[in-house]
């Protein structure tokens, strides 16, 4: 069982950058696979980035990559950088666990557990 708490959500301009942490429960957090999604208004939770159990492997969504950089130090947290934020990147962003030690997946359905997201909003 693995609980999971986001946190460092906030308002933010255009151009300016958060740092969103989850921090988890359980003592194999280094054999989850770990990713954060996001959900804005009327669309559906979309994929935003993932990361092996050892954090050797990354994944990102076209939309964030070169801007946002997942990490996390293998004791209890994952870590999402955001830079050059957008006003599409407006949306209640959420972490998740994967209880798998291949390559990250991307898929909603493939992620065991969630926590209860953080609201990121970019003024523009």
């Known amino acids: 069982q693995v609980q999971l708490v986001e946190s460092g959500g906030g308002l933010v301009q255009a151009g300016g950058s958060l740092r969103l942490s989850c921090e988890a429960s359980g003592r194999t957090f280094s054999i989850y696979a770990m990713a954060w999604f996001r959900q804005a208004p009327g669309k559906e939770r979309e994929f935003v980035a993932a990361?092996?159990?050892?954090?050797?492997?990354t994944y990102y969504a076209d939309s964030v990559k070169g801007r946002f950089t997942i990490s996390r130090d293998n004791f209890k947290t994952v870590y999402l950088q955001m830079n050059n934020l957008k006003s599409e990147d407006t949306a209640v962003y959420s972490c998740?666990?994967?209880?798998?030690?291949?390559?990250?997946?991307?898929?909603?359905?493939?992620?065991?557990?969630w926590g209860q997201g953080t609201q990121v909003t970019v003024s523009s």
């Open positions: 990361i092996s159990g050892r954090g050797g492997r």
């Open positions: 998740a666990a994967d209880y798998w030690n291949g390559p990250p997946r991307i898929g909603r359905d493939a992620y065991d557990y």
